[in-house]
């Protein structure tokens, strides 16, 4: 597919729909400007709407590249070579739900890359193997240079303004969430 402007984001001087011809059929598809009308209006949709992009993105990468998806990729980043971390610990610091991480150190296990010691049948502390602590740091490396790339359309400062800002909205979250209840 190729696009006729590739600079057409909402907010600019030409907010006219884009559109973008599959050389292959020759119709012409809408693209997220149309899809994302409600981000006009609404924030969370359009911050939902740019997670949902970077979520299928990372997981055809990390699949395509070394067969693991998002949630393994989130858990071997939590681990560090020689510390053993609670299912719990990691759910939390990789922000994903308890069952999920069970389910994927049963992945990863099978890949050997993690390690579990367990006590009275559950597991108790999940480590690195040190297959996994090599792909882990090749991870990591993967990781920062599609960042690099995502971030490239900023400069230092932007990027640090952007780092803030998802912070405050994050807590903002949080707040709006808990006065919800």
Do not use: Q
């Amino acid at each position: 597919m190729s696009t006729s402007k590739c600079d057409n984001m909402p907010g600019t001087d030409d907010e006219a729909l884009m559109i973008m011809a599959d050389h292959d059929t020759g119709e012409a598809t809408r693209t997220n400007e149309d899809r994302l009308e409600l981000a006009d209006e609404f924030t969370a949709v359009l911050v939902i709407a740019i997670a949902n992009k970077l979520t299928r993105g990372a997981s055809k990468f990390y699949r395509t590249n070394w067969n693991i998806g998002v949630v393994e990729f989130r858990i071997l980043m939590c681990l560090r070579p020689g510390v053993g971390r609670a299912i719990g610990d990691i759910a939390e610091a990789a922000d994903v739900d308890k069952g999920a991480v069970s389910r994927a150190v049963k992945v990863l296990v099978d890949m050997n890359l993690v390690e579990t010691a367990a006590a009275a049948r559950r597991v108790n502390e999940v480590s690195l193997t040190d297959a996994g602590e090599r792909l882990a740091r090749d991870l990591r490396a993967a990781g920062r240079a599609r960042e690099a790339r995502l971030l490239s359309p900023f400069d230092a400062r932007e990027r640090r303004l952007l780092v803030d800002l998802l912070k405050r909205l994050s807590v903002g979250v949080d707040v709006m969430n808990e006065e919800d209840r």
